[in-house]
Each structure stands twice: as C-alpha cells, then as structure tokens.
C-alpha cells in the first residue's frame, strides 16, 4: 500500500509581509549579495519588497510605482541597480548600491497590457532593453541607458498575432545578432532578428495566450506556458527556424511563468491552479506538484544556488529547496 | 468309439501315471514330448486327434503339471528343460484352458510359497504374450462346439477381475504387472488386437462375434475402470475406423453389444474419451437412435441429472448428436427440453448452481450446432421457455444466476432474430461468461474440429500465427532501445520524483463550511458546483463539528437518503454512503431511531431500504471499534481521499520525516542490547468504552419488527427476497458487532426467533443470512448465557443446522451450517472443560 514515490516536500520557509499579491519575484546574483543573498519581489500594491534570506525579513521596501502594481524586477548586471516595471506605465531604474534606495532613472511606456519587459547586457555600461510598444501588437527595443530607440518590431499586418504576452531576449555566443523570442496573445511564439527587424520563425504552439517563456541558449531549446492546459517545449535548429519538440499536458490550465532553473536541469511552472510543477528540463519527466498555496500562483523564480521561490495571490512568498544544483 | 480317440486317452493316462510317479528325467521329458506332438504345429498326429486331446484332457494335463511344480522336481533336469518344457504346455495350448487352470491353481495356493510365485511369473509371461487376445479371439471365433454359457461367464468373471484375486493371493508380493493401473491399459491393447483380427477375418470372409469383447469392456467399465481401458482403446481407434467403413462397423458393433446395464458406464467412457463429435460419431454410428437404454443415457441422463462432466464432453456429445441427419431431431428434442428446464422457476430456485451453469452451457452448445431454419421452426416455444427462465433468473438475488440469465437470453434472442436489434445486458465480464460466450459462437469450433486431418496439422496451423508476433517483436527491438538508451544516456538518479497523486483537477472554491451551509446546498442549491462542493466536504465537516450536526442529524440524515445523484458525478454512492455513517455515528440514537423507522417506510426504492441497511452495518462498525483505531481513519483529508495515507501513518508512528541513518542506527542498538523480556516492544492500547453498547438497540430491534407484514410496495416475505436476504446478512452483522455489549443476550433470543421463523426459505441469499445470523449469535451472545437463557433453541438450531449441512443444495449454505456446527461443538467442549476441574 505504501506508496512507490515520497510525499511532495514542504516549502523550506514562507515569506509573509507583502500584504498584497506578489507579481513578480527577483533573485538578487550571487555577485552582487556577497554573503547576504537578497529577493526582490513585486506586488501588486505598487511596492517593491526586499528580503534578505538570512533574516528571512524585509530589508527594505520601494514605493515608486504610485500605487500600481508592479509587473517586473530585474537587477542590472553593473551591480547595485535595479530595473522595475509597473502598471503606472513607468519603468524605474534603482540605485541601490550603499543602502541607497533611490530612483536613477525612468523610462516612459506606452502599453497598459501585462507584457513583462526584457534586458540583454551588451557591454559593461551599455544594455537592450525590450518593452511592449505603442502599438497594442508592437514590441519597442531601446538601447540603454542613452533610451534611444532602436527600433520597433511590428508583424505583418495580416498576421495579427494580438498583443505581445511576454518577451525574451537573448544572443547567442557566438554571433552578437541580439534576437528577441516574443509569445503572443494568440497563442503564437515568435522569434524576432532585431537588426533586420524581421520575423525569422513562428510557431502556433498554444491555442490559448502565451503567458510566460523561458529559453535555455545552450540547447537553443525553450519552453513556454499559456492560459491553456498545455506545456509546450520548442526547439531552435540551424537555419533560425522555431519546431514544436513536446508538448506536455497539464492537469489544470493556467500558467503565468515558467523559469528554467540556471543550471538548465529542472523547470518550474507558476500555475493557476495554485500549484507550483517542477519538471526535469531534458526529458519533461514530472518531478513535483508543489501545493502549497491557497491561491493562483502568479510567479516562480531560481537563484543560482538553485533555491526556488514562488509568489502567488494569497500574499505569501514560498521558498523551497528541490534538487540541489550539483 | 474311434480306436485313434481311445488311443489318446490310453496315452494321456499314461503319461499321467508317468509324471506323478516318475523320478527318472528321460522319461518325464520323453513322455511331455509326446504330449507336446498334440499341441505343436506338426502335422504328426491327426487333427480330430488333437481336437480330442485339446478339450477333454488338456486341463488333466495342466492340473496333474501344476500339482508337481516343486524346486525339487524342476531341478530334475539341471539344464531347465524341464521347467521350458512345463512353461511351454502353459503358454502354446489353448489359451482359455490355460488361462483358468493357471487362475484356479493360484486361487488356491496359499500363503507365500514357491509355487504361488512361480505361476504367478508365469501368468505375468502369459500375459506379456498376448495370451489374452488369443483368448478373446478364440471367443469371437465362430463356435463350432456347443459352447457352455456358464463356461464364458467365468472366463469372463477371470479376465476382467483378475486384479482384484491376483491382489487377494499374492497380498504384498504382488506383481506390478496385475495392479489396475497396468492391467487395464494392457487389457485395452488385447481389445485392440483382438479387434485387428475380427476385421482380418471378416475381409477373409469368415462370420465372428464380437459378442465377448463387448462384454469384457461393459465389465471393466462398470467396475469404474473406463479411464484406464478407453483411454488406451478410443486413440488407437481413432486412428483405425478414420478411412475405413468395416472398422466403423466393428466400433458400432462392439457398443451395441454390450450389455444393458453396462450402457452407461461405456456410453460415459466413450464420450469423455473421445476428443471429437466426429470421432464419437464414428465410434458409436446411429446407436441413440437404435438403442433406447443408448439415447437415454445421452440425451437424458448426461444432460439433466448429471453435472459433473467437463465442457469439452459436452461439446463432443452434442456435436455427436449434430454430426448426422438422423439424430437432429433428437438435438432439436434436446434443446427444448433443456431450455424447458432452464425456464422452470422452480428449477431456478432449487438445483445448485454448478447443474444450471451446466445445463446454460449444454443451451448455448445446442445454439451453436442448430441452423437458422431449424431455430425458426421452434422459435415460439424458445422464446416462451426463455421469456420465463430470463424472468425467474433475473429475480434471483445471486449475481451468477443473474448472469447465467442474462448470457443465455442474449445469445437466444440474437441466433432467434438475428436481424433485430440486439437485446444487450450490462454484467460483469469475467472468466465464466467469456467462457459461455466463446462456446455460443459457431465458427471457428466448427472449422477446427472438421479439419480431422490430425492434431499435428492443426497445431502447425496454429503456430505459425503465434510465431510471427514474435519476430516483429525482436525486429523492433532494435529500433526500439536506441531511444531507451537515449534518455538513459546520463543517470537522472538525483531527479527522483515526488508523489503526485494529489495532482486533481481542481474545483472553484465553493465548498460550504457549516453544516448548516451544506444542508442547505444539498436541498436547495440550483448550483451544481456547489451542490458537488457541498457532499464532497460534508463527511469531513460532519466529524469536525459532532455538536453542530447532533442539532440537524436527523434533518442531515432525512436529505441524504433522499438524495439523488443530480450530476453525473464520480463516487457519488460511496460520498453519500459515508456521509450518512458519518451523521449516524455521531448521533447514532436518533438517526438509528430514524432510519429503522424508515426501512419498513411506505415510499422507498428497494434501493433506499438497502442502503440503510448498510449505512447501518458500516455505522455500527464504527462505533463498536475503538476510538483511536476510528480517529486515525477520520484523519486522512475527505477530499484527497487517499486511503493509504492513514496505513502510512500507522505503519511508521515516528512519521515519514525520520532520516534513513536514524532507522540504521536503532537498527543496529536493537541487534546489539539484549532484553530480558522477549517480544516487540508494542504501543499501549488505550482502552476506551464501547460506543456501540448503549445504542445496538436502536439499531437492532425496530428492524425485527415488522417484517412479517406486508405492505402495498414492500413485501419483505414476498417479491422482495432480495432485501429480505439483505436483512438477514445485516442482522448478523449487527448481532456479530454487538459481541460484550449487555444487550447481546435479548438480541441473540429474538435472532433466534427471527431465524426460526424463516429457516426453510426458499431463497439462497436468504438462507446464506440466516446461517450466518446463527454464527453471529454463537459468537456474540456468552457461553453461559447461551445455555442458561436458550437452550431450547439452540437444541432446535442444531438439528437444522445438521440438515442444511448434508442436504442444502448451496455449496456456501453448506459450508455455512458447518461452520455454525463447529460452533456449537466448540461451545460444548468449553462447558465441559469449565465443568470438570
């Protein structure tokens, strides 16, 4: 009768203290922390939380958004500065080097939809930055920190993929053509080569919004999750041209994010169904079903030591420890 | 007289005269010499001379050499001529004399002695020979002489019994040779023999008689020796009467000659040995038509007042009866009868269930052999006899007899209207319906056993199917294992999964969280959702909040037996079923109070009634069991509804987080200290009181009541057995669940009663339920009790326990009056060992 696999785990610890639904959810690097590892988080009471993992405490908590939630956190690689995005249209660069917590910079949007904004470092001082444009089914690409825009991706016009979903954009090692992996509202994945502003591949691999991606750039593989049931994981091949590799079926449908953990061995899914999937990123084989919140979980983030942090609806921050990076 | 003949006489004498008295070898030998001149092929005396010799004074002559058989006398002539000489009279000479002066001789020897073992080696030699079929073949001869009735009789008596007094004289020496098992087998392949020569001589044109052999295999088949005879005789001619018409004329010849009242015994044998209707058409030709005591046999006895036999034999009798025009009026008489019987209620209600298993299968065989238009000429009275066995089966509370009824209608009706809509039962599919299925379809049955070219044949056909599959299956290993390795290529031990069976569908968080709430979604609530959401969680809610629910536990009770499935939705019973035990264990008076009441209610299903009646069992099982063991079931979440979640929990106390070097090193204490006291250190059992003590009556008692009164929709001694059966099983329950309450006593006293009153019931289930009532009672109610308050009718039980143990057709009422009589010995032996200190 006993049962052949163990019990799920429990969270290692919970984070309380947002008082409000957590958006989005941050790792601060290893290299930045230096003995005292942070996590930002976002709610959706427009402030930015930062907890030390020590003292399992809010160190400190940034109102910059107005009130309006906040959609998207992302430390810059120069160390000390962070880029957070929110619904009162502005995208907030921090300072926070020294215990400084002040904004350096922002940046304008035009889009109200819910599409999370991306960064690719170029160079010490110098970074791309994606954000949804002005128009509903635009992408805008801006050279930071001089906000230069550098273009504007738009599809053709008979291909009405909808608004842009969410945005990824990477390069890979060996030529510096900065690409851009788009999911769309129709349920479309779309892979954009900036500089020639073209549309090299794409895939209609959800019938339902793309709500999150991630891409692993070494097995130039990606996985992406929707508002329906369905898991999908596509593939890269050598002449820039996206494939269909798996799809895995969920139980529930509704996934807000998926992150592949650093070390390109698991991936962790933030599902509607307020349960966190754990899946081994090669085969796709279920790993877990982490239930532990009462509520939609609405992010999932991994730091480089492969702690595993989620942030749902029902205000709380879990975090949990599966499968040690080796 | 003829000087020749006299001249032998004067001559046997002599010879006589010579071996009794003589001691000079030379002589003894001359003079066997001479006599032997009488026996050999030589043509040196005349014929009527040895004829003469032969049947008057060969037997002097075996008698006079037996009465000298000696070691003294044999070792006369050291060389063993002598005793060649002696053996050779014994087994050249005409058989049937030999045979018996060799049986009478060792019939009475006595004791162990030398010359017992001697004959009985030679009888060994004599058989070995093939004396017998030379002995038989003699019989089937044409007579010439006058041969003497008596004279067969005992020949015969000899051959077939010569195990039993070879056993009888020879007590432990006994040969192997003559033991049954070896006998018989070889007394088989005489038959044959003796059979290859009939047809010898009747293709050389000489008349014979059969007559004998027929006799011998009706005798040995009688004695119950069939398997062993047949089994040798049926193969061989098998193969011999295939592609010849005389063999087949012997075969019906050897049958119709055996006698009347050995017809069963060989007709059985026949059958059950041959493999094929085919062949048991060759064997036996049109003998049920002929032969009334044969068609008997076959077409009465086998089918209806015998069960015992296998399919297979089934199958070949009835082919047999198919194979040929003139016996399918008799298949035709067959299935009617058989379906007459299948359709007779009283039939249903009385034979075992192994003889209606029986008669279903012969049913749906006959189906299988009859033709469209044979089946439409008796269509009315198939259909009559049907519509009557299908309703009295499907009234019938034992779920076998439901699904014989539902098995044989369906094929019935579809050999009957072919072109109709299919009548189609639901029913369980398991072994003995697909077996019933597989004999009603015609095909490949058929195909097989007309294919008689030989087993060797078929069996290739059918191989070289099976090996193909398996060649694909190799050619695709190949392909198939590159990909295996492929994710196997590096380990993903460090990746083990965790247990995701709690990974469901997950429903919109409607679920009330009052009872209150619950009560009235499940009445009111026009959102199915929550109406779902609502019986979902009321067990769990029902044993978090027992004071809450005491307030509405009748009103709870009253809407869930009312409650009907308004969704489609999984384990709707099972939910409410426990809902209701939960509502009644936690207030167990009123609700048993209630739904007592309710059992013999006006407007209830049959369903409903039964329903209580369980909810009631499982409620008192509940209560009676002690409170830790029923907190630790309560535990496990109602929605998860993981049962092995609590068996986890009390398999390992400490609890599932305890590390694995923890359990080594307790381990390692353990095998290394040595305690004084042996045994598992155990948890201590809180004791606790019975909970069931003070309420049984409640739920006892009101259920006695009235169930000798009919009501207009609910006739628990009428069309509703069913539920009676139901009753009688939950009392026992009841009464068994009530064991050390003060309360068994008057309980076991009015099961008793209850019992009485219903104890020739005609219905199984109802009877099964009394018996094990009874047992229930011998169980709960203490022993002193027992026989200080009822021993009048425990007295009354007893003689009818006895009797349901030896006649009750039920196989489990049997077995059930036994266990119930093992009871009562084992309560005597305990009053007796109280008693005698």
């Known amino acids: 009768m006993a049962a052949p696999f163990p019990p799920p785990p429990g969270p290692r610890f919970v984070l309380r203290g947002t008082q409000s639904p957590v958006n989005t959810l941050h790792f601060c690097p290893a290299s930045q922390a230096l003995g005292n590892p942070l996590l930002f988080s976002g709610s959706q009471s427009g402030l930015v939380h930062i907890w030390s993992l020590q003292t399992r405490r809010t160190v400190a908590a940034l109102n910059g958004h107005k009130g309006q939630g906040v959609t998207w956190l992302k430390t810059l690689p120069q160390g000390h500065q962070l880029l957070s995005q929110g619904r009162d249209l502005r995208l907030c660069l921090w300072d926070l080097a020294e215990g400084r917590n002040t904004i350096m910079d922002t940046v304008q949007l035009d889009s109200v939809g819910f599409c999370k904004s991306s960064v690719l470092a170029r160079g010490q001082l110098c970074w791309m930055l994606a954000v949804p444009g002005k128009g509903s089914d635009e992408v805008q690409i801006l050279e930071m920190p001089s906000k230069t825009s550098v273009c504007t991706l738009k599809p053709e016009a008979d291909a009405k993929p909808g608004m842009p979903m969410c945005l990824g954009l990477w390069q890979t090692n060996s030529s510096p053509r900065p690409l851009l992996l788009a999911g769309y509202e129709d349920g479309s994945v779309t892979l954009w080569d900036i500089l020639e502003r073209k549309v090299c591949s794409r895939i209609a691999c959800h019938e339902e919004p793309v709500m999150g991606l991630d891409f692993d750039s070494q097995k130039a593989k990606g996985v992406s999750g929707s508002a329906g049931k369905v898991l999908a994981v596509w593939s890269l091949d050598g002449q820039q041209s996206l494939q269909v590799y798996k799809t895995h079926e969920l139980t529930n449908p509704g996934i807000a994010e998926v992150t592949i953990r650093p070390d390109h061995k698991i991936l962790a899914t933030a599902g509607w169904d307020h349960r966190i999937r754990v899946f081994h990123w090669r085969t796709m084989k ?34 949990w420890s599966l499968y040690p990076c080796s | 007289m003829d000087p020749a003949l006299s001249a032998v006489r004067l001559t046997v004498q002599e010879a006589i005269h010579t071996l009794s008295s003589s001691e000079d070898v030379g002589h003894i030998l001359s003079t066997l010499g001479t006599l032997k001149r009488y026996l050999g092929g030589t043509e040196d005396p005349a014929l009527p001379e040895k004829e003469e010799f032969t049947t008057i004074h060969f037997s002097a002559i075996l008698r006079c050499l037996v009465s000298k058989l000696s070691p003294g006398w044999l070792e006369l002539s050291p060389d063993g001529q002598l005793e060649q000489l002696w053996e050779s009279f014994f087994l050249d000479g005409p058989p049937d004399q030999a045979f018996l002066v060799l049986m009478e001789a060792i019939e009475s020897t006595a004791g162990p002695s030398f010359r017992l073992m001697k004959m009985a080696r030679l009888l060994e030699i004599f058989l070995s020979k093939g004396r017998v079929a030379a ?21 015969l008596s000899k051959v077939v019994g010569l195990p039993d007094r070879l056993g009888n004289s020879l007590q432990q020496d006994n040969l192997t040779q003559f033991l049954p098992q070896n006998y018989f087998p070889l007394l088989g392949q005489e038959v044959v023999e003796v059979l290859k020569a009939v047809v010898n001589f009747l293709q050389g044109g000489l008349d014979c008689s059969v007559s004998f052999v027929s006799r011998v295999l009706g005798k040995v088949c009688i004695q119950g020796r069939k398997k062993e005879i047949l089994g040798v005789l049926v193969p061989q001619l098998t193969v011999l009467t295939q592609d010849s018409c005389l063999w087949q004329r012997v075969c019906w010849r050897l049958v119709e000659q055996v006698p009347d009242r050995a017809v069963e015994a060989v007709l059985t044998g026949l059958v059950e040995a041959a493999p094929r209707p085919e062949v048991l058409s060759r064997l036996l030709g049109n003998l049920v038509v002929k032969n009334k005591k044969a068609q008997f046999v076959m077409t009465r006895k086998l089918l209806f007042l015998q069960y015992q036999h296998t399919t297979p034999m089934l199958q070949s009798l009835l082919g047999y009866l198919a194979v040929d025009s003139q016996r399918r009026p008799l298949l035709i008489q067959v299935l009617k009868e058989l379906l007459e019987t299948w359709g007779n209620s009283s039939a249903v209600r009385h034979a075992p269930l192994e003889q209606q298993c029986y008669i279903s299968k012969a049913i749906l065989v006959c189906l299988a052999h009859l033709g469209e238009p044979e089946l439409q000429d008796i269509q009315d009275e198939l259909l009559a006899s ?20 539902m098995i044989v209608a369906e094929v019935i009706s579809s050999r009957i209207h072919p072109e109709g809509p299919p009548l189609k039962f639901q029913y369980e599919d398991d072994e003995m319906s697909r077996e019933m299925l597989a004999l009603a379809t015609p095909g490949p049955a058929g195909a097989c056993s007309s294919e008689t070219g030989g087993p060797s044949l078929a069996s290739v056909v059918t191989e070289t199917p099976v090996e193909t599959p398996e060649k694909t299956v190799d050619s695709d290993v190949p392909s198939v294992q590159p990909q295996g390795s492929d994710s196997e290529l590096d380990s993903d031990d460090e990746f083990i999964p965790y247990d995701m069976s709690g990974d469901k569908e997950l429903k919109s968080s409607k679920e009330p969280r009052y009872i209150r709430d619950c009560l009235e979604a499940l009445t009111t609530s026009e959102d199915m959702e929550r109406w779902e959401a609502a019986l979902n969680v009321l067990e769990g809610l029902v044993y978090r909040s027992p004071e809450a629910t005491r307030e509405v536990s009748v009103e709870l009770a009253k809407v869930l037996l009312h409650l009907e499935e308004k969704t489609c939705m999984a384990e709707f019973e099972q939910l409410r079923q426990r809902a209701l035990v939960a509502v009644t264990v936690t207030d167990p008076e009123q609700v048993a109070k209630y739904l007592t009441t309710q059992f013999y209610g006006l407007n209830y299903s049959l369903r409903q009634r039964m329903d209580i009646l369980d909810v009631l069992v499982l409620a008192a099982q509940a209560l009676s069991r002690p409170r830790s063991l029923q907190r630790l079931s309560q535990h496990g979440p109602p929605g998860s509804g993981t049962l092995c979640a609590p068996a986890l929990a009390s398999s390992q106390p400490g609890n599932a987080a305890t590390p694995d070097w923890q359990v080594v090193v307790e381990e390692r204490i353990k095998s290394k200290t040595r305690r004084f006291s042996k045994g598992c250190p155990r948890r201590e059992l809180t004791g606790g009181p019975n909970e069931f003590n003070s309420v049984a009556g409640y739920f006892f008692f009101p259920l006695l009541q009235h169930f000798d009164r009919p009501l207009v929709t609910f006739d628990l001694l009428g069309d509703d057995q069913l539920v009676l059966g139901r009753l009688a099983h939950t009392l026992a329950s009841l009464m068994y669940l009530a064991v050390n309450t003060t309360v068994a006593v008057p309980m076991g006293k009015a099961l008793l009663e209850f019992v009485w009153a219903l104890r020739f019931h005609v219905d199984t289930y109802v009877r099964r339920g009394l018996l094990s009532a009874v047992s229930s009672v011998l169980l709960s109610v203490p022993t002193e009790r027992l026989l200080g308050d009822l021993p009048d009718e425990l007295l009354e039980a007893r003689s009818w326990l006895a009797d349901v143990a030896e006649k009750d057709v039920d196989e489990d009422c049997r077995e059930l009056a036994m266990r119930a009589l093992l009871l009562l010995e084992r309560l005597r032996d305990k009053l007796l060992s109280i008693s005698s200190p």
Do not use: N, W
């Not at chain 1, 532990?292 to 029902?314: E, I, N, P, W």
């Open chain 2, 135 to 155: 002995l038989m073949e003699e019989q089937c001869r044409p007579q010439t002489k006058p041969s003497f009735p008596l004279f067969q009789e005992t020949l």
């Open chain 1, 286 to 319: 279920p790993l877990a079903v982490l239930a532990f919140h009462s509520a939609s979980v609405y992010c999932v983030a991994f730091a480089t030591d492969g702690l595993l942090a989620a942030g749902s609806k029902d205000q709380r921050i879990s975090i």
């Open chain 2, 386 to 405: 049907m519509m009557a066995g299908v309703k009295c089966r499907l009234d019938s509370s034992l779920p076998p007899v439901r699904r014989l009824g």
